[in-house]
């Protein structure tokens, strides 16, 4: 059944692709988003926008009430590591006290289905691999630790409220979407993938590797990789579950192939076909050497299916938006 469903932070990287496989899905996103980070432009015409802060309770409470919204998907959070460690407050206040608020008003006004993106940095530096969602969380940063704040509230408001909710924690989301018409646009942009573009389009000197010296293949640290359209699709595939009061899941989103930083940059280069410069420097405070993802209960449960398995085919969608959009949205 087609549900209106409220994407916040549905003009982000993840939010706008979610909000793209809604509409191919045949439901009605409304969208909220601040535009601190995400664009305009990454919203489609036909979906209705709300230029609001999530802090603002009684505008979300009449968006959600006017809108008849079934079901809220949140995406809208700060997701750099690093700046959580030197601002924890700032990561407190938008990452947990104003989800804690929209989960306020959602309780207040009857919507009972909700959907978070959560992180494997919830997890911290896990004890074996691949990570499976029953392993311990121990994050080593205040990001990872205010979305597992999030994921421990949504079992509280599961048994007092009967909300229904599924947390999905991602590994490292890439690519753009197959026709073309959104990608990956951070200001500033910290992520591997568009950084390297960045430096085969001379908008960079070069690349850094973070880290030689690593306990693995070729001594780069070891990543996961996941196309934002198969991450999108599983948000989607579980909205039968949500039908369940009170019902809470959690799962893993990656492929469950690790790719190495090196593996990354020669994959970029071999798909636009120009070399990339690269400088080797010093570990980044906080990697872990190696994340991946068992996420056989995703598919299990959901009958989700990886149609992005390998890593070529997803750089290749994101290169496709970085050519033809090498100022990313502002071109
Ligand atoms: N990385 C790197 N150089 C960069 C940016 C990232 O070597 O300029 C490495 C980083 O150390 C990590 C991997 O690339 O091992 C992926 O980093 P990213 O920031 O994209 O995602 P994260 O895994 O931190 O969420």
Known sequence: MAKNVLVVGGAGYIGSHCVRQLILSGHRPVIVDNLSFGHRQAVPAEAPFHNCDLGDTEA???????????LVMHFAAFAYVGESVENPLKYYFNNLVATLNLLKVMVETGVRQFVFSSTCATY???ASLPITEDMPQHPINPYGQTKLDVENALKALAHAHGLSSASFRYFNAAGAAEDGSLGEDHNPETHLIPLVFQAALGQRD??????????TPDGTCLRDYIHVDDL???????????ETPGSTYFYNLGTGTPASV????????????????????????????ALYADSGKAKRELGWELQYPDLEPIIETAWRWHRDHPSGYAK
């Open 60 to 70: 979300m409470r009449a968006i959600m009430e006017n809108e008849r919204i079934d």
């Open 124 to 126: 911290g530096i896990p």
């Open 206 to 215: 070069h690349i850094s590797i973070f880290g030689t010296d690593y306990e």
């Open 232 to 242: 999108s699709r599983a948000h989607i595939a579980v909205f039968d579950k949500l």
């Open 262 to 289: 090196r593996e990354v940059i020669d994959t970029v280069e071999k798909v636009c076909g120009k070399k990339v410069p690269v400088v080797e420097e010093g570990r980044r405070a906080g990697d872990p050497p």
